[in-house]
């Protein structure tokens, strides 16, 4: 039986329930966070955490539980579902609200957390489509894992179309931005680069512990940047690091995975 962990308490998926007035699904007023788990817990907790409580900050959305109760909720659920590892689902609604825009003051939140496994076999390497649609850098939201994700479906959807397989978004300058849902690095003559996060980048976990590891130059980057370099990859807390070949049919640099993203993969494992 499949069960999930809402508002403090272990129930089957079965028996979850929103309510139709909640402002996450109506108006998608909530935030997410999706966290590897290994060995029957979440070891990067306290990094999702921290990130979810400062997106709940800024909007203003209370944090129902503290950090060792969302990682008692962690551990319940990845046991229920038996598993050791896998993928762990947060999602942090407004909760219920009046019909409108504006939130009921105060608001009362509901928190979810769902336990699944992983994919079989990891991503295949990532040849991309630019997308059309840009990232909106002076938003706050995208620097926040928010529940409204249309923007990013409608690239991916565009970049399947196309016959590739990720799409890699600009924001409003023509700068490079992101993937859909995983931050960007690219590598000319042995140095790391990834757009900061003034370009519309949300703050990835993944993200974090390669610049904590490694020599990155954070700065705006264009299209051209990424065509012209050695080896390209994407990370994100799921699939670690994942090549990046190819951008609108244009080899990047052998069009094979480098020894640089090898290098950023081993760092991760070894961590």
Avoid at 9 to 38: C, K, N, Y
Avoid at 230 to 242: H, K, M, P, S
């Amino acid at each position: 039986m499949d069960w999930l962990w809402q508002d403090g308490r272990l129930r089957p998926v079965q028996e979850a329930w929103i309510d139709p007035a909640d402002r996450g699904l109506l108006l998608g007023d909530g935030l997410f966070e999706t966290m590897r788990a290994s060995g029957g817990k979440v070891p990067l907790l306290h990094l999702h955490a921290a990130r979810l409580a400062a997106s709940a900050g800024e909007l203003g959305i209370p944090l129902p539980y503290d950090l060792a109760e969302l990682d008692r909720a962690a551990r319940d659920v990845l046991a229920r579902a038996g598993l050791a590892d896998g993928a762990v689902r947060l999602t942090l609604t407004r909760g219920a609200g009046p019909r409108g825009l504006l939130p009921p003051e105060p608001c009362r939140p509901m928190l979810l957390l769902r336990a699944l496994p992983m994919a079989g076999a990891a991503p295949a390497p990532a040849n991309a489509a630019t997308a059309a649609i840009p990232r909106n850098e002076r938003s706050p939201l995208s620097r926040m894992k928010t529940l409204g994700c249309l923007d990013q479906i409608l690239c991916l959807r565009a970049a399947l179309a196309a016959g590739a397989n990720e799409a890699i978004l600009l924001n409003t300058q023509g700068d490079l931005a992101c993937a859909t849902s995983a931050n960007l690095f690219l590598v000319k003559d042995g140095t790391f680069r990834t757009p900061d996060l003034a370009s519309g980048v949300l703050p990835g976990i993944t993200r974090g512990r390669l610049l904590a590891a490694l020599p990155v130059e954070e700065r705006p980057l264009r299209r051209d940047e990424l065509l012209a370099a050695d080896e390209a990859f994407l990370t994100n807390c799921l699939i670690g690091v994942r090549p990046l070949l190819s951008l609108d049919g244009q080899p990047i640099g052998t069009g094979q995975p480098g020894p640089a993203t090898v290098r950023a993969a081993r760092l991760l494992e070894a961590a």
